[in-house]
């Protein structure tokens, strides 16, 4: 029991000392060798009726996870302290009313008040969110995120 314990732990330990480690790439391993049929059981009819690999996924639900990633990330560490609650007038994403006249402006005017700052009626936007060190891109992926939520 207590080898057990302490080969987990171990096991556990190696796991997680890999975690957060950027720039490091972990060699893949080997793909199985197909399996080998001897000549006394192979014939065309067995060979035919084998099962194929299953297929990727679809790329539209691959692109569209991967597409909002970035966007949600910079949402939840700088955006979410005032859209999530509103705060300031901020529209909450998924508030289709809200939301909507300001996407019938279009993604570039959304893009330049985000990123310049903006104030209106219902509050206002400090440039990038309050934190200067965002990047364009970040920004951007942001709004992309946001309006993804409230279409």
Same mark, same amino acid.
């Given at each position: 029991?207590?080898? #057990?314990?302490?080969? $987990?732990?171990?096991? *556990?330990? %190696?796991?997680?000392? =890999?975690?957060?480690?950027?720039?490091?790439?972990?060699?893949?391993?080997? /793909? &199985?060798?197909?399996?080998?049929?001897?000549? =006394? #059981?192979? $014939?065309? &009819?067995?060979?035919?009726?084998? #099962?194929?690999?299953? /297929?990727?996924? $679809?790329?539209?639900?691959?692109?569209?996870?991967?597409?909002?990633?970035?966007?949600?990330? #910079?949402?939840?560490? %700088?955006?979410? *302290?005032?859209?999530? =609650?509103?705060?300031?007038?901020?529209?909450?994403?998924?508030?289709?009313?809200?939301?909507?006249?300001?996407?019938?402006?279009?993604?570039?005017?959304?893009?330049?008040?985000?990123?310049?700052?903006?104030?209106?009626?219902?509050?206002?936007?400090?440039?990038?969110?309050?934190?200067? &060190?965002?990047?364009?891109?970040?920004?951007?992926?942001?709004?992309?995120?946001?309006?993804?939520?409230?279409?």
């Amino acid at each position: 029991m207590i080898k #057990t314990t302490a080969m $987990s732990t171990i096991a *556990l330990a %190696v796991l997680l000392s =890999a975690c957060g480690k950027s720039g490091e790439s972990t060699p893949a391993a080997p /793909a &199985a060798p197909p399996p080998v049929s001897s000549p =006394a #059981t192979s $014939s065309p &009819a067995t060979s035919a009726a084998q #099962t194929p690999p299953p /297929a990727p996924p $679809s790329a539209p639900a691959t692109t569209a996870a991967a597409d909002t990633a970035p966007g949600m990330s #910079t949402y939840k560490k %700088v955006c979410a *302290l005032c859209h999530a =609650a509103g705060v300031g007038g901020a529209p909450k994403p998924g508030d289709k009313t809200d939301w909507g006249p300001r996407i019938g402006q279009g993604k570039e005017v959304l893009y330049k008040h985000a990123l310049e700052g903006f104030t209106g009626k219902k509050g206002m936007m400090p440039p990038r969110g309050g934190s200067p &060190a965002l990047k364009d891109d970040e920004v951007k992926a942001a709004v992309d995120y946001m309006v993804s939520k409230s279409e």
